[in-house]
């Protein structure tokens, strides 16, 4: 390996590695902020990791990153993808599409495949404490092969349709953040379902019950995470992965600020630890659809934007009857993750998108890119709409096959066992 | 440095760092599967931590790669690794046996370092709630000197007398996993004989008290751990070492699964934390003396088979009356690392070893390997056979002298104390 | 990038990233050694994350590391780290100072900017329990903008005034633990003040609670991120930085190792957990100054060291009645830092140095340096006089104004609530 081969495979390779952590880091943050003897928290992160690395060995990295077939899905049967090469993997190949910085079949599948468990991580979170895990379990292998795989492969492939179309979503605003809010939104609306049909009026909501220990280690844990998240999505080592840090770091410390300060003004309560946590996950969500396209200063000012976002998108999500929402995926990552993907047509600049491996990618209209700049906010709001409509719909019928096969979903009795024994409840 | 060495260096020192952490996570796994408040768990794999720093920089690490005395031993006076070279070291110098990579003395101290301490971190899980601890810490002198020592001397210095007879343990299911075993059988053989002199029938078990939270840390740091513990094992950034990093998540990952159904098929509980957090640890213990030696079609074979194989070797185990084993240190370091290594005769394919550095290892016998996987297969155990004795004789030998010393090495009130007070109990 | 700056760039961005991860591992560190409860702990250094971030990518990267003026501050306005760049930063550009290792302005700010929030981080440990958030908050501005750029601009930036004396920190003895110590008397003096105001005769001590789990975790990321504080600051990935990674970790062990044993001979207690720990922090403290000057054979001597010098400094400084100092912030970093410092003069070898960057460095006295050694310590001396003073002045002043403006920064009863409620108390 040349030089820069080298340093592109171990940049991402240990990126990769930052990532993978993130999906357990979920599990500890639903701890921190719901409580610490949450068992099925953790066995479902732990159990979310171990399917993802399965599932994408198998035959989700090729349904997402393979070449498609007709723009829609990878083929599932590529030789390379699948159970990763098998018994004879060409070791020295570089993956089709990331030929160009030379990575290799592992260091791509070891990064993508965080990617998707942290999409599913965090899906996951509003089935705590009310959806059986082992319908969870079942419905974490369909999205891993399937679910997750189509946006990746629309988008992130480069022979999928919307990619084609010239739509970018640097390091998943919609991908993941987008899509996840989608998918949960598909399972808590069945929830809602169940619980209608127990007679509720209204989703019962799970109480905070917030650890500082292990919130803070979430959060740790979750920032460590997003430095390979954006950064590595670059793919490759060079001198624009280095601006990706920084505007990384820069658009999550303005968001923590903006947010403690948003709600001060609101409820003149400062520094409650839910705000400035959130405030920091506000922060990396908005900046990682264009974090390799845009300049420090854009990034700060993108940061500053996060604090009204959240408080009102949280207001306006709480009131909703049928959310079952324990730890804000809907205000957070759904409106978040889309608002991000927006503003690349207001803040992109070329000279950095060009390092991000996007050449053609126009300024934004703050920056004088006027109707290309226009053309491309038109083709982020059709792959946002497709996107979010497709996932919304597989991930509901995913839920309702499973829900009729099951005798339901929810579990309405598993937090009080939980709580009692410290041990999950019987969960089939 | 060229490129090469660069890149060599950069990969294994970081490895080193997450291998680095694994002794402390053993603490951390310790106390999320027997209770929070265990301080002597802490306190004990931090401890390890120290003297194997302390200890290989004087000694240990000449005794175990330093060239060797007749195959036997490393010469503990070898210059560059006595105190590290002491006032003088030669800082651009690579480590005599790692010249090709380019390691500097430095990295492979670190790497091999963190082996050391992980290892007696497994020894040391069978010392919990029952040993003095200072009895273990000077039981930990001994063995990072010598009991350590050895095996890594016969098998992974190339001077070694069973590493000359071609025997290969490609990042130790048996010097680290089987040696272990074999030296915590020592130390349980010898708190048996002191509770059977106390007029005790059956060896006190140590309680399960789950705790989530640090169950699951020390999964992430285990898993996190590995991936320097395998993919560094390569000993340089090469292709090779990108495949290891799929054998061992994959086979972690299958044996998370395959454990959890067999558990399933057995109890009909299902997603026990310990199941699911044991078959990861099962999968990654039965890939380690082979990650570098095979496809990643066969390492999900591979993980297939754990779940069975824990299932059953901890119910064989349990059975022992005189076994003091609370995190499964038989059942799964012992049996699974030995298994590992058997399965190199079988699995093993020539053009994985040779990107690890050993291109003479006959491809095994489902790859058409043949009297040369045979041959392997008897040199694999004789090596398994020599080392088990030899560690568990020593370490035997080591306890008694010490029990006779100090009056005995077990202590039967620290729990208590400790549970009351939060603080250790005296320990000398 | 040629190959060795792609290495420079790699080594030195990932070090930043372990270093980032101390700042909150202070705040574990609290909650390790003052009770698991300790909402206000976590949040501070949540907190001193962000605003580090945010304060030093604004300004405070350029008033340290910018070229100075007149050798006392950075130039704030200096066009490539005032808001890092802004909207046009020059993406492929070295900073000014590290263009020799081609250190990129991200690499580097995110370098110094972890070193800026743990140096806050420790200064922050005498404001737990008795100091008004909000007040800290401000004081966080002031100290990144100003107090902590001060040192920083004087020795690491090459052209401050006592660098070009030829004064020499390797990485942060005096910068960070000594300006640490002194900016925490400046607040502790303060509480002090008013403490007498409301008739105390002591200062309240804020009682231990010892909770294992988060003790071992904070010490695990200390380690590990002083892996990144010390070899970082070669800032470059070369020989040297691979022979600091020996001497850092040699002198944690032992001191480790001699901390234990000092405190058995004193008190006959072995193995408490706060020597343990506080062990090896005061072996890392130490190194610290002098890790990229000395062979691994001084860095073991200089751990040993540090057993008795911990020991009798935590005696001595604790009887000061005035003193609120729960986490030992005087006895170790002060303390420790100075000391380090000074041994530059006795242990340095320029063979080490000159790896480190510092090729003029003088051998040390007990290497044959002679006059030139004792000329060194002239200089260090001179450093750590005016530092410690104008940063203890600084400091107390800033709180003396906020006090003014704030009636007081102390707040009495924010534990009792805290304790209650498990979420922080009214702060402003």
Redesign the interface.
Known sequence: ????V??N???V??CG?FV??MT?AV??LE?GELG????G???K???I??????VM??VGFNTAFAPTVGGIIGNPLYGPGL???????G??DSWWSVTGAGL????Y??FE?AFASVTLALVGVVALHKMK??AF?IYSVVYLALIWALPAAWIWNPSGWLAKLGMVDFAGGLVVHGAAGAAGLGIVWQIWREEKARGLKVSTPVPY??N??????A??LL??GW?GFNPGSVLA????A??V??TT??A???A??STSITSYLLTS?????LY??N??LMGLIVITPLAGFV????A?ILGLLCGPLFVYAEKFVGRAKFMSDPVGLFPGHLAGGIFGVLMIAFFA?N??AA?SGFPTLPNGVF?GGGGAALKQLGIEILGIGVSVVVVFVLSHLTVRVLAALMRGITTSYADEVETKT???A???
């Open positions: 390996m040349t030089a820069a080298l340093a495979n171990l940049w390779l240990l590695l993978f952590m357990i599990g500890l701890v610490e003897r949450v068992v928290s953790l066995v992160t732990i159990l990791t171990g399917l993802a690395v399965l060995a198998i159970f990763l090469g098998g018994f004879s993997p070791i020295a290799r079949t592992g260091t599948f070891l495949t895990l082992s379990a019950r917030v500082p220990g292990w919130l803070t280690l959060i740790l920032w460590v430095f080592f060079n001198d624009e280095i601006v840090v920084e770091f820069v999550a410390a303005a923590m600020v309560e400062i520094f409650n630890p400035v946590v405030g920091i300049s420090p200063g854009s700060l600049q000279q950095f390092g920056f410290g041990m999950p019987p969960l089939v």
